[in-house]
């Protein structure tokens, strides 16, 4: 007997395995927001760089979504 292991009448609930992203699930989610994009009408005088990094905070976003 291992004094080190759990009594038999103790239940431990296993804990969630996370999800790891495959490349295909990241090229996947940054082909569908390029679609997204190309799909809407370019602003006028070109995207800005906050447009920009809300484009990226978007993909970050489905990459951790993807994960949980």
């Not at 927001?33 to 920009?52: A, C, F, H, L």
Request: hydrophobic fraction near 30%; include cysteine.
């Amino acid at each position: 007997m291992n004094p080190f292991d759990l009594h038999p009448e103790i239940k431990i609930n296993s804990k969630k395995q996370k999800k790891h992203l495959t490349f295909v699930k990241i090229r996947s989610i940054i082909e569908n927001k390029m679609k997204e994009i190309g799909d809407k009408q370019t602003p006028r005088w070109g995207y800005n760089s906050r447009d920009v990094t809300s484009m990226f905070k978007e993909v970050m976003y489905e990459m951790e979504k993807s994960c949980h």
